[in-house]
């Protein structure tokens, strides 16, 4: 790889056929960080948080009537026609994003995007979801990435997305109004649910051994108690916010807390607040923050002067993402050519419709393309995410899948000259190998899918 194959390919998304090479590689990657487009035009036409919280409640209310008519047929029960207009309002997010990541002049800022939601994951794997993930995406993740990492994880966590699918919205005080009033009626209330202040300290913040505690994680979760999503019946009261989540003090878990050997005195929602404040600035995500993005940028092992000089950029700019940035693209280990990362397959999936100049992609095709390889949009399994690292993708089941693909693409790209159009993509970079399968051809849709599907291609 030269240069500028790196920039177009490992820190952007691939090049297109009317790419023309930058003159100064890292400079090109730089810019685009001052013209980033937080809400390019296919985004801004997508429903909002505001509506998917809507589409939410709607559809839990309708769900509930329809368990209630049970002598109807059940192809007429109103949740049935709620759930596949959710679903298609689903694919025509994913399509937005993946028509952002084909037509976007800053691949590099929407790699950066991508990374940042897949360490934020939201998962449709959760049905609750499927309305909120995209919205998740568009406007708690891309607004922040230029900013601070602690206005990005407050708005990533604290979003209806997250709290519906940590199932933070349920964790309720045991000495909180809310659950007083439901003992006295002889009630159960739901009591507290740790899966979302774990996952922050454990995935989001502070990484696997970051320095608490189970007893931390639980002190936590204490003080998440109260985060809510607005629309759901328990949060007909609480103080709703602009992002539709709400804050539910009848439901929070009162007293001071002490998380970490710190002692927070009891103020609402101000004392998760200071929480993840404290956790958005620790040396411990300082690691873990630059382990992962040296892990994306340079090699499944990331270098640990890479690492350390990411760490300190974290730490030293007070967690100033686009400071992070500059450093690494200023780390040599990132242009290594050395160890070239193997493309996820929606890596894969961008960089090859962008290599054929593909304007648009029909929603049902593109969702059921990035199922047939392996990886559903926003569908990881986990809230850590999809995997970044090639054993977990290089399967040889895998490739054969994407060589079909890739097959299919070609086809329907139509005549192409795929010797230049290789050369184009690849400037002073296409190896000897995949030169000669392309002239070995016997046809040019067959030249198109070998290069799909090529060493250069597989790879960033």
Not at 28 to 47: G, H, K, T
Not at 143 to 165: C, E, K, N, W
Not at 365 to 371: E, P, T
């Amino acid at each position: 790889m030269t240069a500028v194959t790196i920039a177009w390919n490992r820190f952007g998304l691939g090049a297109r056929p009317t790419d023309r090479p930058p003159a100064d590689p890292a400079r090109w990657v730089m810019s685009q960080l001052e013209r980033f487009d937080v809400r390019p035009a296919a985004i801004a036409a997508r429903p909002t948080t505001a509506e998917g919280v809507a589409e939410l409640t709607e559809f839990l209310t309708m769900r509930r009537q329809a368990r209630q008519m049970q002598s109807v047929d059940p192809m007429d029960k109103p949740s049935a026609t709620a759930r596949r207009d959710i679903q298609q309002s689903l694919m025509d997010d994913m399509a937005a994003r993946g028509l952002v990541a084909i037509q976007s002049d800053t691949p590099f800022a929407e790699r950066l995007v991508h990374f940042w939601a897949n360490h934020f994951a939201v998962s449709v794997a959760k049905r609750q979801t499927s309305g909120l993930v995209g919205p998740h995406e568009f406007e708690a993740i891309r607004p922040h990435i230029m900013g601070s990492f602690r206005d990005l994880l407050q708005a990533a966590v604290l979003h209806p997305a997250m709290l519906t699918y940590l199932d933070q919205a349920q964790s309720t005080g045991p000495n909180s109004p809310l659950a007083q009033r439901a003992a006295r009626r002889q009630a159960r209330e739901a009591g507290i649910n740790e899966n979302l202040a774990r996952e922050i300290m454990e995935l989001h913040t502070l990484g696997v051994g970051g320095g608490y505690s189970q007893a931390d994680v639980t002190e936590f979760a204490r003080a998440m108690t109260g985060w809510t999503v607005a629309g759901l019946p328990r949060a007909r009261q609480a103080t709703l916010l602009p992002n539709s989540a709400a804050w539910a003090g009848y439901q929070h878990e009162p007293g001071a807390k002490t998380v970490m050997g710190r002692r927070y005195n009891e103020e609402g929602a101000k004392q998760s607040l200071a929480m993840l404040d404290h956790f958005a600035t620790h040396p411990s995500t300082a690691r873990h923050i630059a382990t992962k993005l040296a892990r994306h940028f340079a090699s499944d092992d990331p270098p640990p002067a890479m690492v350390a000089r990411l760490e300190r950029a974290f730490l030293e700019s007070n967690g100033d993402l686009p400071t992070v940035y500059r450093a690494l693209v200023a780390s040599p280990e990132a242009w290594s050519n050395d160890a070239p990362k193997f493309r996820t397959p929606w890596d894969w999936s961008i960089a090859a419709l962008r290599a054929v100049g593909m304007e648009q992609i029909p929603s049902r095709n593109f969702a059921g393309m990035l199922r047939e390889l392996g990886q559903v949009c926003w569908g990881p399994a986990a809230p850590k995410g999809y995997d970044d690292i090639a054993a977990s993708w290089a399967a040889p089941d895998a490739l054969i899948r994407r060589v079909e693909v890739a097959e299919r693409l070609a086809r329907q790209a139509g005549p192409r000259d795929a010797m230049a159009l290789a050369q184009a993509l690849f400037p002073d970079a296409l190896n000897d190998g995949t030169a000669a399968a392309i002239r070995r051809a016997e046809s040019g849709t067959q030249a198109l899918a070998l290069l799909l599907a090529s060493p250069e291609m597989m790879r960033r």
